[in-house]
């Protein structure tokens, strides 16, 4: 995908301006990246009128400029992470779009808080376990449109990683897959569910 020089101004006024540039980079990797490339080419297939997203897990905001520059129709994005360090930064990583009333980051736990979005995402399905997941499901509309990311990538931050995308589905108790897919990177294998509850 493409990204626009205004955009990428705003990346990197973000990433020097947070408070650990180095760990903000992390946002950066190849592999988050195209993960999240992967994700939007995937999500665009089931978006076909203007919706709302609850990013959760949004960590510095990426993946919401990712999707404002791509042929999503969004009008507007909530980015949750429970870290009060990523607000800040997200709110710059998606400036265009905050000043424009589009894109507001907030810090909170995503197990606490309901979503009445038309899409939730949580790529940070590794980061809660099965109870804090299951919790989180109930806080969703039931017709909302769900985009899970997980792992197989065993590092002590993951707590609830997958073996297998099979397992993955599990995790994730959905009825209604719209597609599930994995993706091989270098390190890890990343896994994805579109789905509804
Ligand atoms: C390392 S990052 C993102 C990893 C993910 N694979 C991705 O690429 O989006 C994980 C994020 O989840 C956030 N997080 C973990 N538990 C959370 C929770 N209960 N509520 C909200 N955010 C949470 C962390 O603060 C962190 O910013």
Redesign the pocket.
Known sequence: MQIDLEHLHHWMQAIRQSNNPMRTMDAFWSG?LR?KEWLINCLDEHVHVQSTIDI??G?VGV?ASMIFQSNIPCSYIRS????PL?EFTANIMNQIEYNSGRFKAIT????NIRSDTDIVIN??C???TQD?YDLWLTGLRQDAIIVL?S?NYNIPEHIRIAKSLDEFVEQSELTNILYKGELELPLYTRYMIIGQK
């Open positions: 988050q993960s959760h897990g960590w993946l949750v992470d429970i870290d990523c909170a736990d995503m197990t790529t940070s590794e980061h809660i804090q990311q792992n």
